[in-house]
């Protein structure tokens, strides 16, 4: 997929190009004919490409010239998922269907401009935007390692029993859905603070379970030398309720995967330098 548009995600009025490449590795064909079809987010079947590739000898691979284009509508909702269909078919007969998907609006960015790759969500997830699947982002990266961070989340409550998060519940196989989105994350590159931002607001469902809470959430990643392998996050946590709070809790939630699938992972408070230590 070569993209038009100058960002690294699918948005809104963005341009997308598909290029593709095919292999004949059954008999020779003759009169090949490819259709593209995609309901590009509305309920209309439209047939976005028909070309027809010419004769295919066993083997034989060809990659055309012409492209696939598809233009995002501009109204579009978030982490929409666009099928597109291939149909290909030839005079003797053989026809084979199959299909791909691009991602549209996605409610998360990932930050990778220092030695730090990070995905950040739109409702105080990080790492990646679909748990436990964990195929919509890029986890926790440095340096190019494989991926540290298998869940993280941020966390706030006012006592015991009013908590908002999104981090993995009673049912460790589901997570927490306290937080929805007020404002989906957007990304400023280059940054206003920094080399990178990002800024999302959400808030809690404002049952009697939870904190009561909105958040503005920045991230800032920098590229000078001594600020490059870290990332800075900036939650403002504003009582949305009517009531006075004596007391608020925030932290974050992390299942670091720092050793192979999280083994022999050890986390401190090191509490001289005021700090969370994971390795």
């Not at 047939?47 to 083997?59: E, P, R, V």
């Not at 870290?230 to 009517?242: E, F, H, L, R």
Request: contains cysteine; charged residues 20%; aromatic residues 12%.
């Amino acid at each position: 997929i070569i993209k038009v548009s100058k960002n690294n995600i699918l948005l809104a009025g963005d341009t997308v190009r598909i290029k593709f490449s095919l292999l004949n590795a059954l008999k020779p064909l003759t009169n090949v004919n490819l259709k593209a079809h995609s309901k590009v987010i509305s309920e209309e079947d439209i047939i976005i490409k028909d070309m027809n590739l010419g004769n295919f000898a066993t083997m034989e691979s060809k990659s055309p010239e012409e492209f696939i284009e598809i233009l995002v509508p501009e109204v579009v909702g978030l982490d929409i998922s666009v099928p597109i269909i291939f149909e290909i078919s030839s005079n003797e007969g053989y026809k084979i269907q199959t299909s791909a998907s691009i991602l549209v609006n996605p409610s998360y960015r990932t930050i990778d401009k220092n030695n730090i790759s990070l995905t950040v969500g739109s409702i105080g997830n990080i790492s990646y935007n679909d748990y436990p699947i964990n195929s919509k982002g890029d986890g926790f990266t440095w340096k190019g390692s494989s991926n540290c961070l298998f869940e993280g989340s941020l966390m706030v409550a006012v006592d015991t029993f009013r908590i908002s998060d999104v981090a993995r519940g009673a049912n460790p196989s589901k997570r927490n859905n306290d937080l929805q989105i007020s404002l989906p994350i957007k990304e400023y590159f280059p940054g206003r603070k920094a080399a990178i931002d990002t800024y999302a607001e959400y808030e809690d469902i404002g049952d009697s379970l939870s904190a009561g809470v909105k958040v503005n959430n920045y991230f800032y990643e920098y590229t000078q030398e001594d600020m490059e392998d870290c990332v800075v996050a900036v939650y403002d946590i504003i009582n949305k309720t009517t009531e006075k709070f004596d007391s608020l809790f925030v932290g974050n939630y992390y299942d670091w995967d720092i050793g192979v699938s999280g083994a022999n992972n050890f986390a401190y408070w090191d509490y001289d330098n005021n700090i969370g230590i994971s390795y």
